[in-house]
């Protein structure tokens, strides 16, 4: 009798000890392995039955990213040729040189590149450029040609009776007159003044 009493209270023990620490099937399986008494002066002592605590972790949602793409910045404008190299006039006094044969020209300051070399197109079969050495006489800057249809003519600097520096095609070749970009046309405008030498050679 007194064997069966401390089997129980030892089974008692371990049930709220396992009950405390772990879930449910632990107090099970200690249950299984004491010995279960089988006289009828004592009544066997049921573990209180806990509800196994959740494991399951909460599920988490990853908050979209609140990062958005920055804007592009505007592309900066295109900055000016810078003058490069030696350009091949020969007249220290020209303001300007055309190199026609390399379809490029450039402005002057006492024989040193200020600005260029830049793009051109110049004169046509049948409307050849002329080479040598000429002065500025007359500036438009909004001309039109009085010869062919009052084709527009903007930044116009003339050294050449008829022909001028001007913004133009760079694809096309023109009627003797140095086509230049936009940009080019309107720095020779500002630049060469009146009586200042320009220098074409072929």
């Known amino acids: 009798m007194r064997k069966t009493v401390m089997a129980?209270?030892?089974?008692?023990?371990?049930?709220?000890?396992?009950?405390?620490?772990?879930?449910?099937?632990?107090?099970?399986?200690?249950?299984?392995?004491q010995p279960i008494p089988t006289s009828s002066s004592v009544q066997p002592t049921t573990a209180p039955t806990t509800t196994q605590p959740s494991t399951t972790q909460p599920t988490t949602t990853t908050p979209p990213s609140t990062t958005s793409e920055k804007p592009k910045p505007k592309p900066e404008p295109k900055p000016e040729p810078k003058p490069t190299g030696e350009a091949p006039c020969t007249n220290i006094a020209a303001k300007?040189?055309?190199?026609?044969s390399a379809n490029k020209s450039w402005l002057?300051?006492?024989g040193k590149v200020v600005y260029g070399p830049v793009p051109i197109t110049h004169g046509r079969k049948g409307y050849r450029t002329p080479p040598g050495s000429f002065r500025v006489f007359h500036k438009n800057r909004n001309?039109?040609?009085?010869?062919?249809?009052?084709?527009?003519?903007?930044?116009s600097v003339f050294f050449n009776g008829?022909?001028?520096?001007?913004q133009g095609s760079?694809?096309?070749?023109?009627?003797?007159?140095?086509?230049?970009?936009?940009?080019?046309?309107?720095?020779?405008?500002?630049?060469?003044?009146?009586?200042?030498t320009v220098q074409v050679v072929p």
Do not use: E, W
Not at 22 to 31: C, L, P
Not at 96 to 100: G, S
């Open 8 to 33: 129980m209270a030892t089974l008692t023990a371990a049930g709220l000890l396992l009950t405390a620490c772990g879930g449910t099937s632990d107090v099970q399986n200690a249950a299984q392995q």
């Open 162 to 166: 008829g022909i001028a520096f001007h």
């Open 96 to 100: 300007a040189c055309i190199d026609l």
């Open 170 to 196: 760079l694809r096309q070749t023109s009627h003797g007159c140095i086509h230049l970009s936009p940009a080019a046309s309107q720095k020779y405008f500002s630049y060469l003044g009146y009586g200042d």
């Open 108 to 110: 002057l300051d006492n």
């Open 143 to 155: 001309h039109k040609s009085s010869i062919f249809n009052n084709a527009p003519m903007p930044n």
